[in-house]
């Protein structure tokens, strides 16, 4: 069983960042890969960032490459999710996720993950 709890949403205004904060219970085959997904009301949940926890290879969509930068500290089994240049579309719940290892083109898929946190809100404003 892998616990993860968030840190670190907020508001701030359009261009501006903030840092996303996941500490987990253990980084085991469990959650060999920890990613990022945030979900907008009326949205179906997104992945914006995974990382692989044995090693240092990082996947993002599109929409957050170049903005969106997923690290881990594996002394301290936590993951960050550094985001920049914030824009009101980036407003969303977001969510931390853990799960067992899968290919890269798999890992932004919210199926993939069997264990996850509560969620922090991040709200961009124009």
């Known amino acids: 069983l892998v616990q993860l709890v968030e840190s670190g949403g907020g508001s701030v205004q359009t261009g501006g960042s903030l840092r996303l904060s996941c500490a987990a219970s253990e980084f085991t085959g469990d959650s060999a890969i920890m990613a990022w997904f945030r979900q907008a009301q009326g949205k179906e949940r997104e992945g914006v960032a995974a990382?692989?926890?044995?090693?240092?290879?990082?996947v993002y969509p599109d929409s957050v490459k170049g903005r969106f930068t997923i690290s881990k500290d594996n002394a301290k089994n936590t993951v960050y999710l550094q985001m920049n240049s914030l824009r009101p579309e980036d407003t969303a719940m977001y969510y931390c996720a853990a799960g067992r290892w899968a290919f890269p083109n798999s890992v932004l898929t919210p199926g993939q993950y069997n264990y996850w946190g509560q969620g922090t809100q991040v709200t961009v404003s124009s």
């Open positions: 990382i692989y926890t044995g090693g240092s290879s990082t």
